[in-house]
């Protein structure tokens, strides 16, 4: 069985739903297990409408309204006959987060998933029924029914055991002589009181990774509006090309530090169970894409560019000259993950310690706050992190030309500079 991610991009409107079909045509012999991510922006056009009613704005109705707007748009110019039923299963789900809106306010996180997840249940229910329109037998499932995970709303960590009896049990069968399609979400999980829960945002093709490992999937194939995997943002680089085949290491490093093309989750099951993941495109689907995989070195062996903007380095030193390390560094580590920070990259002296983060407007404050009470802080904002994979010493000249590094740290294969932002775009 091959497992297919499809994200928000590649289902976008009616004609991108159609091209999902013709996709599928291609495979028509073969077991596909199906993942779809919400159509478009539909998360955070959600997350929007959960925000106002934790705010009690009093406009999440209005905000509903142009959700559910944007997908029935997308129902009338796919199904001419009004009474198909995919008309009654939307509605019903529009009907069933409209009395989510009536409740009481709870727990910001844990309202978020309730009202979130519906975008992958509408979006999954929408393309299932577009495929069958196409003769192609498809069968639809709710994966809250397969994957169990524990109660950290937004960001839900499976467990492992329970979901893959579940897997065994739920999934399986559905794959049958005739039944070669099953379709189902990505993101979202349930809880062990059947709650909804989502995995953490962009969290489609982990999905797809959860089930592929689960399932002994012989490949994963997420379907981009790009190429593959390039070697940098073309965004930003005029000369970004696409890379043929990757390593699982140099995949797993680059998607870390930002290259936004895969979850950085996605790799370790794959990783695990030595299954390839190929990156492909929806606008070319015959085009060979890249493919990430066991016993692949990356080919090209060419630099590679990885950019995060809003960083904030902080460097916390020991208030009375005692040295940073061991219990300190501990004790600073302690409050990274009471606040769920993640770091991406840190360096020490004998006094001091510095750390560069995403600067989430929330945690990082309340950060500064907690170390102030033991520690001198300073701090910068507004720089950016490059990750360069596989880098020559003059690749680092030509990326931080002119500008000022506020820290550089190699390794034989990867480069990292924390710089200041530029104003101008990179073009490199
Ligand atoms: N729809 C979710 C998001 O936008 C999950 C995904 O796209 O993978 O984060
Ligand atoms: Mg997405």
Redesign the pocket.
Known sequence: MKVFKF??ASVKDADAVKNVATIMQDFKEEKILVIV??MGK???ALEKVVDAYVKKSGEAELFLEEVKTFHYQIMESLFLDLNNPIFEKVNNYFVEIHWALEDEPREYNFIYDQIVSF??LISSSIVNAWLKESNLASTWLDIRDCLNADNTYREGKINWEESDQLVKKNLLPLFTTQNKIVLTQ??IASTSENYSITLG?????YTAAILAYLLDAESVTIWKDVPGVLNADPKYFTDAQKLEQLSYLDAIELAYYGASVI?PKTIKPLENKGIPLYVKSFLNHQAKGTVIGKDLQTKPLVPSFIFKSNQVLISIAAKDFSFIAEENISNIFATFATLGLKVNLMQNSAISFSVCLDNDSQKIPKLIELLQQNYRIRYNTDLQLYTIRHYYPSTLENLSQGREILLEQRSRNTAHLVMKAEEKSENK
């Open positions: 994200g928000g991510s919400a539909t998360t955070n975008g992958e990505g993101y945002r962009e969290g489609s093709d979850h």
